[in-house]
């Protein structure tokens, strides 16, 4: 039944879908809003060989930077020595779904460790397990980006580890698309936003001085956004919309007393989660205004498409878990695979053509990787300061 209505809403909007999901003209949003999916698209898959012979700088994992003039002794350039080493990567939530995938992906070109902060220690070390992973490629530390204490805990030990750090990943999250009330963090935020953005908020300020120290060739920290939260694109203008208000609810505290919804609005989970994504995508682009030129480090977001299978639904009813990957597979042609998606979160990790920084990365029906535009509210610089500084109060920053 809601496959049918699926099929019989796509036509009854005005709007028409480009490449990745941007729609023009306009929707009848009251079609939009009996209907609960979400949009991304493309996933045609062309092989690897065929999109380097399309273009040369396609790859799937970090090259050692090459050098082609012949040194004048034989001692290696400082370049070649740097990628002498593997590097690391931190990716937190990578017990599954788009963490895992992009850690498989990276621990199998050898050029890597990954680092998988998870809050299931036993679940992580068996789904590493179960895709193959060798034991040199990877560690498991702990990490529950629902109470501060946990992401201040796990910098500690990860400090003791004495790694370096070369690039965080900030891919963990939570989806609650059916919950009546909020639930919330160790420390008493709604606990989507708390989760998926000012966990990684803090998370991802005090591992800022661990990457500027690392003297890899190309340090990132990635932040996972999305589609969703993205009001420039159909899938996007699904009800409920992200919308950040003038985030009154967020400088309350987040805490219920007034408002667990950062607008200060009426509580809405999958509201809630989106919102949660505006704020991962504005929180990059203040770190790469604030930090990319002094420290080197590249900062980026992206979309990797429509990973209708993982367990980012697993709280939505059986009805949608059943139909929403055929959905996005056959209608909106927005599904990708788990490990098509990790392949591009992994370019994003290591892909020397991908090191621009400030930039949201999707992909096109070809696979190929593009810089796309991001919705007036995600790439609003004054909000993005203001949740800055709303977001450094509550983590305790300042
Ligand atoms: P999954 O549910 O498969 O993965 C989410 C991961 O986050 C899991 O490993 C989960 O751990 C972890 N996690 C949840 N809460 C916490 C916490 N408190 N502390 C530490 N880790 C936690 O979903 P996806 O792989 O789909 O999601 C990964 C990212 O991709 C998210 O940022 C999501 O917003 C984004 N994304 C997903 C899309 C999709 O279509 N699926 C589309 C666009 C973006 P555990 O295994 O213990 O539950
Ligand atoms: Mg969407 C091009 C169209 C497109 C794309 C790419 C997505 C991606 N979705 C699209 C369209 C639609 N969705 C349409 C037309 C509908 C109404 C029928 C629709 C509905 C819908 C729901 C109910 N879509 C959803 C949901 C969810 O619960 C998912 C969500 O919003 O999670 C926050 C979702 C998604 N759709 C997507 C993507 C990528 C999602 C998962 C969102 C995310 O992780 O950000």
């Known amino acids: 039944m809601a496959l049918q209505a699926a099929y019989s809403l796509l036509p009854s909007t005005t709007a028409s879908i480009h490449k990745e999901g941007r729609f023009s003209a306009s929707l009848k949003e009251t079609t939009l809003t009996s209907f609960p999916f979400s949009n991304n698209l493309r996933s045609d898959k062309i092989s ?76 992580a070390e068996k789904a590493a397990k179960s895709v193959g992973m060798s034991k ?29 750090l070369d690039v965080l990943v900030c891919n963990a999250a939570v989806y609650q698309p059916t919950a009546k009330e909020p639930s919330f963090t160790a420390e008493g935020f709604e606990l989507s936003v708390g989760t998926n953005h000012l966990g990684h908020f803090l998370l991802s300020r005090l591992l800022l001085d661990d990457l500027k120290k690392s003297d890899y060739p190309s340090k990132r920290m990635i932040i996972v956004g999305s589609i969703t939260g993205n009001t420039n694109t159909l ?41 949660s994504k505006v704020c991962n995508m504005l929180t990059m682009q203040e770190l790469h205004r604030r930090y990319h030129e002094e420290t080197g480090v590249t900062f980026a977001s992206l979309y990797p498409g429509c990973i209708a299978t993982t367990g980012l639904f697993r709280e939505h009813v059986p009805l949608f878990r059943l139909l929403f990957p055929p959905f996005q597979k056959y209608i909106t042609k927005g599904y990708v695979s788990e490990e098509e998606a990790g392949k591009r979160l992994a370019q994003v990790v290591s892909d020397p053509s991908l090191g621009k920084s400030g930039v949201y990365w999707s992909w096109n029906n070809n696979s190929s990787s593009f810089e796309n535009q991001l919705s007036k509210e995600a790439s609003d610089a004054e909000k993005a300061k203001k949740l800055w500084e709303v977001s450094e109060k509550l983590v305790g920053l300042a």
Not at 87 to 98: D, E, K, N, R, Y
Not at 144 to 162: G, I, M, W
Not at 253 to 263: A, C, F, P, T, V
């Open 136 to 164: 040199e490629d990877y560690t498991v530390m702990h990490l529950d980006l629902a109470s501060l204490e946990s992401v201040k805990q796990f910098v500690d030990n990860y400090r003791r580890t004495e790694r370096p």
């Open 48 to 123: 690897i060989k065929e999109q380097r012979r399309q273009n040369p700088r396609f790859s799937t994992g970090i090259r050692a930077q090459t050098v082609t003039a012949t040194p004048p002794s034989n001692e290696a350039s400082p370049e070649q020595k740097k990628t002498q080493r593997k590097g690391t990567a931190v990716i937190t939530g990578a017990s599954s779904g788009l963490g895992l995938a992009t850690a498989k992906a990276l621990a199998d070109t050898g050029k890597w460790h990954v680092i998988m902060a998870c809050r299931n220690f036993l679940k």
């Open 235 to 275: 899938a996007g203008n699904v009800p409920p919309k992200a919308n950040l208000g003038d985030l009154r609810g967020l400088a309350s505290g987040l805490n219920g007393q007034n408002s667990s919804m950062i607008d200060g609005g009426e509580y809405d989970g999958a509201k809630a989660y989106k919102d």
